[in-house]
C-alpha cells in the first residue's frame, strides 16, 4: 500500500497531522493499533486551554507565563509561544469544523479554572471534551476522503539514507507483517504512561510502543523520567476522575474529613499530597456534597454516571475514595518543531517532545498541544511529500519482523505474559512511580531487566493467526519492558526533584540541572544518556545493557 502521508495515531493529534496534510490530490491514511474511537484524546474529559480573543496580549502572556512556571525551567519559549497564541484561532477552526463548546445563553464558549491557571482559560464540553473533538474530527476526516485504517500494529519504520520510506506493520485481523510505503510519516500514537498498568488513567494498549520504534530507529527519547500522575482516579479500578471536578469546587478530605492541600495547586504537588496521605494509612476522598446535584448532572455529567457505576456512590451525596493514578507522560521522541533527525518522520501529541510541558504539564494544555502541533506536523509533512518519490525499502528489516512474529507463534507458551505485564506494572508504580529513590530505582531496574530476559521467550498459547490477541499482547510487552528500562535509566540519571519527578533522596531542585535528559539506545542493546549540552554523558553497564 502506497501513501503521501501516513500517520501514526488517531487521536486529537493525529487527526488533526492528517486533515492539515491532505489536499485534494494526495493520499493520506491514519493507522491506529485498535478501534480508532479508543486514543487517549477521547478520554481527555476536562477541558483545552486558549484565551479566546487574540488581541488580549496580557492574557495571553498570562498563558505562556503559567505553561512556563508549571514545566519547572524545562519548556522552550519558543514552541510554548506558539503554542498559546495559536489557541484563539484554534478553537475558532474547532469550533468551524463542528465541537460544540458549552457556552452562555448568548452563545459565548464558557471557561472554567484548572489548576496552576491564573486565569479561566478552559474551554469544555462537559467532562467529555477530548470525545467531543475527537468525534468532530473523526467525521472531517471521514469526510476528507482520509484512509482509517484501524487494527494495524506498527512494528518497526524503514528508511533510505536517513530519510523515511515506510512503515512495517501487523495486520491484526490475520497476523501478516506488511509493508505502507510513505513519502512522509508523523508519529503521533500517544504516550507511555500505559506501562503502569493497574496503576494508570490510560487504556490497556496505550503503552508508548512508538516511542519503543523510535528507540530501535536510532532516534533519542528526551525526559522519559517525567511521567505525571493525576491526583484524582477511582480508588479501586484507576479510572479517571477529571480536573473538571475540582474546577467546580470538589474538595480533598482524609477520612477524618480534613482537607490538607489546596485543590487548585499543580497536579505533581497534590498527587504527592495524597500518596503521603494513603501511605500513613489514611484513606483520601474526592468531596463534592456541597455542590448542586443539577450543577453536577449538567458540569460533570460522566464523573457522575461512572461514581455510581464503578464505585456506587451518589457524588451529590457521598464521599468519592481515590488514588493518584499515572495519566501523562511529559517525555518523548525529541524533536524540532515536530521534525525529527529522520528526513520526512514528524511527530507530535503526547509521543512528541516538543518543549511544551517540560518537567510537570500545567491541566488544559494537553489537548491544545495535540491540535496546534498535529495541525503543524501535517502541514510540514504535506510539504516535504511534494515533488518527491517514493524510496526503496530494506527487505532485510521486513524479514527480520516476520522472523519475529513467526518465533512467537512457535514452541508452547510456558509463560504468563498478562501476569508478567501486571507485576511490570504495578513495580513501576511502587519503585518508580510518584516518589523515587536510587534504592528503589535501582530494585526496579534489576526486576525490569530480570522481566525483559523472561519476555524474549514468551510464546502464543493460540496458534491462530485470525485476530490473535495474545501475539500483540506479547509485542506489547517487549516494548512496554524496553521503555520501562529507559525510564527507570532517566530517573536514576536525573539526581534531583524537578515537577513531576520527585527524588526523596534528591528532594530539592538543582540549578545545574536545568536541562533535559536524552536517551539513545546503541547497538547490543546499550543505553546511552546524556543531557542535552553533552557536558555529562555515562555508560554504566550495570544498570544499562539491556537484553
Known amino acids: 500500500m502506497i501513501y503521501d502521508v501516513i500517520v501514526v495515531g488517531g487521536g486529537a493529534a493525529g487527526l488533526m497531522a492528517a486533515l492539515a496534510a491532505k489536499d485534494g490530490m494526495n493520499r493520506v491514511a491514519v493507522i491506529t493499533k485498535s478501534n480508532i474511537l479508543k486514543s487517549n484524546s477521547a478520554v481527555a474529559s476536562g477541558g483545552i486551554n486558549a484565551v479566546l480573543d487574540e488581541n488580549n496580549k496580557e492574557s495571553i502572556e498570562k498563558h505562556i507565563d503559567d505553561t512556563l512556571k508549571s514545566a519547572k525551567g524545562l519548556a ?67 469526510l476528507s476522503g482520509i484512509e482509517l485504517l484501524q487494527n494495524v500494529f506498527v512494528m518497526d519504520i524503514v528508511k533510505t539514507k536517513n530519510r523515511i520510506s515506510g512503515i512495517i506493520a501487523l495486520k491484526r485481523v490475520d497476523s501478516s507483517v506488511i509493508v505502507y510505503l510513505a513519502k512522509a510519516v508523523i508519529f503521533a500514537a500517544g504516550g507511555y504512561a500505559g506501562i503502569y498498568r493497574g496503576f494508570s488513567t490510560n487504556a490497556q494498549d496505550t503503552n508508548g510502543d512508538i516511542l519503543a520504534v523510535a528507540l530501535r530507529s536510532g532516534l533519542m527519547l528526551e525526559d522519559l523520567e517525567f511521567v505525571q500522575f493525576h491526583p484524582t482516579g477511582f480508588a479501586k479500578s484507576g479510572a479517571l476522575i477529571s480536573e473538571a471536578a475540582r474546577a467546580e469546587g470538589a474538595l480533598l478530605v482524609n477520612g477524618s474529613g480534613e482537607s490538607f492541600i489546596n485543590e487548585l495547586d499543580t497536579r505533581d504537588v497534590i498527587s504527592r499530597a495524597i500518596f503521603n496521605e494513603i501511605q500513613k494509612g489514611e484513606k483520601v476522598y474526592i468531596d463534592m456534597r456541597h455542590i448542586d446535584k443539577e450543577r453536577l448532572l449538567s458540569r460533570v455529567p460522566s464523573l457522575y454516571k461512572n461514581a455510581f457505576n464503578l464505585a456506587g456512590v451518589d457524588i451529590s451525596s457521598e464521599l468519592l475514595e481515590i488514588r493518584p493514578v499515572a495519566h501523562y507522560s ?56 511534494q515533488n518527491r518519490s517514493f524510496l526503496p525499502i530494506d527487505y532485510d528489516k521486513v524479514i527480520k519482523n516476520i522472523n519475529l512474529v513467526q518465533r512467537i507463534f512457535e514452541w508452547d507458551a510456558t509463560k504468563n505474559f498478562n501476569a508478567i505485564r501486571i507485576s511490570a506494572g504495578k513495580t513501576m508504580y511502587l519503585k518508580a512511580g510518584i516518589i523515587r529513590d536510587k534504592e528503589k530505582l535501582e530494585e526496579a531496574l534489576d526486576y525490569i ?5 523472561e519476555s524474549a521467550s514468551l510464546h502464543c498459547m493460540d496458534k491462530s493467526r485470525e485476530n490473535n490477541v495474545e501475539l500483540v499482547a506479547i509485542l506489547e510487552l517487549r516494548n512496554i519492558l524496553q521503555l520501562s528500562e529507559a525510564v527507570i535509566l532517566s530517573a536514576l540519571f536525573r539526581e534531583e526533584s524537578r515537577g513531576a519527578h520527585f527524588r526523596s533522596d534528591f528532594a530539592d531542585m538543582d540549578a545545574q540541572k536545568e536541562r533535559h535528559v536524552l536517551v539513545k539506545q546503541l547497538e547490543g542493546r546499550f543505553f546511552k544518556l546524556q543531557y542535552e549540552d553533552g557536558r555529562l554523558i555515562r555508560f554504566l553497564s550495570r544498570f544499562f545493557q539491556g537484553v
Open 330 to 385: 511529559m517525555g518523548g521522541i525529541k524533536s524540532d518543531f515536530t521534525t525529527t533527525d529522520i528526513k520526512g518522520l514528524f511527530v507530535c501529541g503526547e509521543c512528541a517532545a516538543l518543549g511544551i510541558h517540560g518537567a510537570n504539564r500545567l491541566g488544559g494544555n494537553s489537548l491544545l498541544e495535540a491540535v496546534v502541533f498535529g495541525e503543524l506536523a501535517g502541514k510540514k509533512a504535506k510539504e516535504f511529500s
Open 76 to 142: 522552550d519559549r519558543k514552541t510554548v509561544n506558539y503554542m498559546c497564541r495559536e489557541a484563539p484561532r484554534i478553537i475558532k477552526k474547532l469550533t468551524d469544523y463542528g465541537v460544540k463548546f458549552d457556552s452562555d445563553e448568548n452563545g459565548n464558549i464558557l471557561q472554567r479554572n484548572f489548576g496552576g491557571s491564573s486565569e479561566n482559560r478552559t474551554c469544555f464540553v462537559g467532562d467529555n471534551t477530548g470525545s467531543a473533538i475527537t468525534q468532530t474530527l473523526i467525521k472531517r476526516a471521514k
Open 449 to 453: 531487566k530480570y522481566l525483559r530476559l
